[in-house]
């Protein structure tokens, strides 16, 4: 090939190339700063009850460009923000409770109504998970045929002082 044919050949490659880079729409990738914003505009979204219908509508209305699949990815996003959320606030509301439960044990107490006392101690123990429901028994249960009634008893007799050791009633 002659170095005339060969500038020709090159010319045209290039410019080819210019032409394609032109004709190309460039991918613009989003920032860190516009996906949270987005994930946090979906998140509100979904707290008002909106569906994903709504926040695809949405999305394209506000012209962000992406697909439907995308979309999909800030709705997983904001799902897990609300949950992470919504569990902090289960938190926060369990350990008022508790405090308030703790301040009426320790009021009932003082004014000696045993009654009470107790009602507290299991509202707190249902909150902690620690009530007979939620608790899973790990020890096979005695057959009481077989137990005498002096093993019954001393059984009773020590977790009945250990139990009031414990609450100090």
């Avoid at 005339?4 to 860190?32: D, H, I, M, R």
């Avoid at 997983?76 to 992470?84: D, I, Q, S």
């Avoid at 902090?88 to 350990?95: N, P, Q, S, V």
């Avoid at 009602?119 to 045929?145: F, Q």
Wanted: hydrophobic share 35%; glycine share 4%.
């Amino acid at each position: 090939m002659s170095d005339e044919n060969l500038k020709t050949v090159k010319g045209f490659v290039a410019q080819s190339s210019k032409s394609l880079s032109k004709s190309k729409p460039k991918v613009v990738k989003n920032t860190l700063t516009a996906v949270g914003q987005r994930v946090n505009e979906v998140a509100a979204l979904y707290a008002e009850g909106r569906t994903r219908t709504y926040v695809l509508e949405y999305a394209r209305a506000e012209q962000w460009k992406v697909s439907d699949r995308q979309v999909d990815n800030y709705i997983a996003k904001a799902t897990k923000l609300l949950k992470e959320a919504n569990l902090a606030d289960i938190e926060e509301t369990r350990a008022m409770v508790k405090t308030a439960l703790w301040q009426q044990y320790r009021r009932a107490a003082l004014d000696g109504k045993t009654s009470d006392c107790i009602l507290a101690l299991k509202e707190i123990s249902k909150i902690s998970g620690l009530d007979e429901t939620t608790i899973n028994h790990t020890v096979a249960p005695r057959r009481l045929k077989d137990v005498s009634d002096e093993e019954l008893e001393a059984e009773f007799f020590v977790h009945s002082s250990e139990n009031e050791e414990d609450t100090g009633i």
